[in-house]
């Protein structure tokens, strides 16, 4: 993943927790955060040793870190990095995640290498919508649901998020269950 992402995960940590648990968990991670490049790509490895050095530091569960990862990536990160991009993606929650894949190839265009994630909104007849989110990385699908709750504060409107489909639980991919509005 790219420093970019490091760097977010840094100042999440310090926004939530203090400096003083952010050397902590760089120290545990045995990272030297001072070289993190925000267009330069590392080893996922890297970007997995920093969440386990963080739960084991605050002493909190992957789920619930990524989940509060997530949610600083839209409020925070993606606000000061991508700021006209969060714009193009549309000006409410359905037409942002019916643009999410239009701006991952717009991010694409400026980091080299990028394994973005897909996503496809697929409307069910109850009024429900299916969030098809494909990755070739493993065990974020709790920053997936992060990054919601982020966009449903980001554009002031009503989100419920049903985990059905888990691809940690051998499903081909993870799929949630949106409730728009009212």
Not at 108 to 117: H, K, V
Not at 128 to 156: C, I, K, M, P, Q
Request: glycine share 8%; with cysteine; net charge negative.
């Amino acid at each position: 993943m790219y420093g970019l992402i490091h760097k977010a995960i840094r100042d999440c940590v310090r926004d939530a927790h203090g400096e003083d648990a952010w050397q902590a968990i760089a120290t545990r991670a045995n990272v030297d955060e001072s070289v993190f490049l925000s267009m330069e790509s590392y080893p996922d490895e890297t970007t997995y040793g920093l969440i386990s050095a963080a739960c084991e530091e605050l002493e909190v569960e992957t789920g619930t870190l990524l989940r509060a990862f997530g949610r600083f990536w839209v409020l925070h990160t993606a606000k000061v990095e991508y700021g006209p991009l969060l714009e193009f993606g549309g000006s409410d929650l359905e037409s942002f995640l019916k643009n999410l894949d239009r701006m991952h190839e717009q991010v694409a265009i400026s980091f080299t290498n990028l394994q973005g994630p897909s996503f496809e909104l697929e409307h069910e007849a109850d009024g429900s919508a299916l969030l098809h989110y494909r990755s070739t990385r493993n065990g974020l699908a709790d920053f997936v649901t992060g990054l919601l709750d982020g966009l449903r504060e980001h554009f002031s409107e009503s989100l419920t998020v049903k985990h059905i489909e888990a691809k940690s639980g051998g499903a081909d991919h993870d799929v949630f269950r949106l409730r728009i509005g009212s």
